[in-house]
């Protein structure tokens, strides 16, 4: 039975006021967890002096007073930071609520993954960071949008020695309302989708307008909250900021945040493709002047893991990822039931099929992903824990090393070393993510590294590879005996596999050439002198299946209308592109409400779509890898008898 009208307006109303409640306690607890500098009286009279081994770096028209320098170095001494941004006491209204939105005091310098953020007027950096960095501060104050990528930038490296401060005697002064093209460059600054914020912005304000004209009491009563939350988060007794606009913020509130939505939307919609994208159009329509049939091998018809003939087809679908042109086919064996695409790439076709999405032009948003990711990565590192402390990690397929840094808070005293194909994992070394990066295909290495690492990790790495299984092979001949062996995948049995079809994101075309069940997995360890001794299914579920849907059936129907390997856009193809997107939000909102609900299913039924792996190398003493002496880090043999990590005995192919 459907709710009357005003019942579903109602519901709305308190749905807009709790989420503003909410809101507005999780604001005003993290602004009162910012640190205050002290006040030091100031003995020099003018300019900022230079401590030794820090820089304090101002954005244009800020300036500071030599006590502010000489406390913050204090407070980064006393709590080991060696970034500091610094916030100004007088600290604008919506740039001071914007902030607390997207930082958390109480976890931001523990985050290893977390976005650098800061309020884009001065941050205290170590010189030895900006060596590191490859940053030279130049003569010129940088503009607060610069600053604000610098901080996100200087947090990679130093992942857990970053902090925010507020400075009472930094003014920041009364500054005009910024344009929408300087509003969406501090966005982009900070990693956010320009787009999509300023599309949730209006939305939001759309539905307060609608639940405040609609229903009397309810809708007033989110209204009047919404209007109110400047004050009851920013002002009252030991609050740490004093904004200078804080009297006039709640009355004029709405309108300011229309108009500077408004404006930043106008901004974007007038903004061309920047220079560099234009030079890659130009270098894409020279490449697939040849068509993408190059791009892939003659079809196989056997099954490259068990070698039967029993093919079907499981998916034809195009590039849902970056709309790329080409159409991709995965063929299931039914015999063992692996998937696999056939035909699958060319080394020429997966360059292509890579290049612009974990680095270059896709490269950030990557990033941005990858960094979201941190628990699951400490859950990964913490499958090991039963076995104690190991001091030789290998992490294969480490992009740019999110894993690594994770994994660091659980293992704090190992060596994590990264090989990938991309030029990623050099930046990982130079960030110190990983201690030593290697790069290049793994089996390259075989020779190279025999026997010396006790743990090796591959983590949603083997459905990228050509020959899983000679990567296999490799894993075995580089760990040292008694080591272990970890790998996550996607589970190609899920049953969101089947009922999203094309749009479960786990198919990941045309990047993922093999989709391995677990029983396979099994096998092929036994095979290769492997005990496994544990395997998860729920814990390794990943929250992203309906949230991956929707993304990926909005980028079908409205790609990147700036994507360089598409013929340029006209205003309709974009007007499409956002009116789709625009559409998009309220069904990601759904979305993530399922992935929540599907998640906790999921984990207590121990049924997901991904699976995890650990299994130890026989041929050495189980409870101590060669080359520690007298037990030190020793691996003791689980227990295989009960217990959450029992393993049972593979099942044969006729018993799956």
């Not at 988060?233 to 509130?253: E, Y």
């Not at 030079?279 to 020279?286: P, S």
Request: proline residues 9%; charged residues 25%.
């Amino acid at each position: 039975m459907t709710p009357p009208p005003s019942r579903r307006v109602r519901w709305t109303s308190v749905a807009v006021l709790v989420a503003l409640g909410a809101g507005t306690v999780r604001s005003h607890r993290r602004l009162r967890a910012v640190p205050v500098l002290p006040t030091i009286p100031s003995t020099a009279s003018t300019g900022v002096p230079r401590a030794a081994g820090w820089r304090l770096l101002t954005a244009r028209g800020v300036e500071s007073d030599p006590a502010t320098f000489l406390a913050a170095c204090a407070h980064a001494d006393r709590e080991g930071l060696r970034v500091l941004d610094l916030l100004p006491g007088d600290l604008a209204v919506e740039r001071a609520l914007g902030l607390l939105r997207l930082v958390d005091p109480t976890r931001y310098g523990a985050d290893r993954l977390g976005e650098g953020r800061g309020a884009g007027f001065a941050v205290l950096v170590a010189e030895e960071v900006l060596t590191r960095a490859g940053v030279e501060p130049g003569d010129t104050p940088p503009e607060p949008a610069e600053l604000l990528a610098l901080v996100r930038r200087l947090k990679e490296y130093a992942p857990a020695a970053t902090g925010l401060a507020v400075a009472p005697a930094l003014r920041a002064g009364r500054r005009p309302e910024p344009t929408g093209a300087v509003r969406a460059a501090e966005l982009r600054a900070q990693g956010l989708p320009a787009g999509t914020v300023v599309a949730a912005q209006l939305a939001g304000l759309a539905v307060l307008a609608a639940v405040a004209a609609r229903q009397g009491r309810w809708g007033a009563a989110a209204a009047g909250l919404y209007w109110l939350q400047p004050y009851l988060v920013l002002a009252g007794p030991g609050a740490p900021l004093r904004p200078a606009d804080l009297a006039a913020a709640g009355a004029v509130r709405p309108a300011r945040a229309l108009g500077a939505a408004l404006r930043t939307a106008a901004d974007l919609a007038r903004t061309p493709p920047v220079a560099a994208d234009a030079d890659r159009a130009v270098a894409y329509r020279a490449e697939l002047a040849a068509g993408t049939d190059r791009f892939l091998e003659a079809r196989r018809p056997d099954c490259p893991w068990c070698g039967s003939g029993r093919l079907t087809v499981r998916l034809r679908v195009p590039d849902l990822l970056q709309g790329k042109p080409g159409r991709f086919v995965l063929e299931e064996c039914g015999e063992c039931g692996h998937v696999f695409q056939n035909p699958r790439l060319t080394l020429e076709g997966l360059e292509f099929y890579y290049r612009d999405f974990y680095d270059g032009r896709g490269g950030e948003s990557a990033g941005s992903v990858f960094g979201r990711l941190g628990d699951s990565y400490r859950k990964r590192a913490g499958m090991l824990e039963p076995y104690g402390e190991p001091t030789s990690w290998l992490d294969v397929g480490t992009g740019h090393g999110h894993f690594c840094n994770a994994a660091r808070a659980v293992w704090p005293h190992t060596r994590f070393d990264g090989l990938d194909m991309g030029d990623g994992v050099r930046d990982a070394e130079r960030r110190g993510w990983v201690d030593s990066g290697f790069q290049g295909q793994f089996p390259e290495f075989a020779a190279k590294l025999a026997g010396q690492y006790e743990v090796v990790s591959m983590y949603h790495y083997l459905e990228h590879t050509r020959d899983p299984l000679a990567e296999l092979d490799t894993a075995a001949a580089v760990l040292a005996p008694g080591g272990f062996l970890a790998i996550e995948l996607p589970d190609p049995r899920s049953r969101m596999a089947r009922l999203l079809g094309p749009a479960w994101l786990p198919w990941f075309q045309p990047q993922h050439q093999h989709l391995i069940p677990a029983a396979n997995l099994r096998e092929a360890l036994t095979g290769r002198g492997f005990t496994v001794l544990a395997e998860e299914h729920g814990p390794a579920h990943q929250g992203n299946d309906f949230v991956g849907a929707v993304a990926l059936t909005t980028t079908r129907l409205a790609p990147d209308p700036d994507r360089p390997w598409a013929p340029p856009a006209g205003p309709w193809r974009r007007a499409l592109a956002r009116a789709v997107r625009a559409a998009a939000l309220p069904c990601l909102a759904g979305a993530v409400v399922l992935d929540a609900v599907r998640t906790v299913a999921a984990r207590r039924m121990d049924g997901g779509n991904a699976y995890r792996m650990l299994a130890r190398k026989d041929g050495g003493d189980p409870y101590q890898v060669p080359g520690h002496a007298d037990g030190d880090h020793a691996f003791p043999m689980p227990a295989r008898a009960a217990g959450d990590h029992a393993y049972p005995k593979p099942a044969r192919r006729d018993e799956r």
